[in-house]
């Protein structure tokens, strides 16, 4: 089993900047990737940015260039800075992981959710 614990939501003003940070912990894991995903108010949830094991990263287009995330791999943390806010990015933040576990020799492939962290950007 693996925890998320998400931190660093909060109410701010458009253009301004925002850092969100996300944890893993557990025992018999390793990373493949990790990020951000977001869900708006009647709206399904979208992928923000995602970093792999090996640091590519990937982005929605409608925050390239605003926002950027990073990883620590020795404190097993995701990072997400949020930049140039604008009312549109206004939702819930939820990390991800998608993990490769290992339980009694079997390996297998999982994801996990955190329970997310509520980014509100006024205007």
């Known amino acids: 089993q693996v925890q998320l614990v998400e931190s660093g939501g909060g109410l701010v003003q458009a253009g301004e900047s925002l850092r969100l940070s996300c944890a893993a912990s557990?025992?018999?894991?390793?990373?493949?990737?990790m990020g951000w995903y977001r869900q708006a108010p009647g709206k399904q949830r979208e992928l923000v940015a995602r970093i792999t094991s090996g640091g590519v990263t990937n982005y929605a287009d409608s925050v390239k260039g605003r926002f950027t995330i990073s990883r620590d791999n020795a404190k097993i943390m995701v990072y997400l800075y949020l930049d140039s806010l604008k009312p549109e990015d206004t939702g819930v933040y939820y990390c991800?992981?998608?993990?490769?576990?290992?339980?009694?020799?079997?390996?297998?492939?999982?994801?996990?959710w955190g329970q997310g962290t509520q980014v509100t950007v006024s205007s």
């Open positions: 557990g025992s018999g894991f390793s990373i493949n990737s």
């Open positions: 991800h992981a998608e993990v490769t576990e290992w339980l009694t020799g079997v390996y297998s492939i999982e994801a996990y």
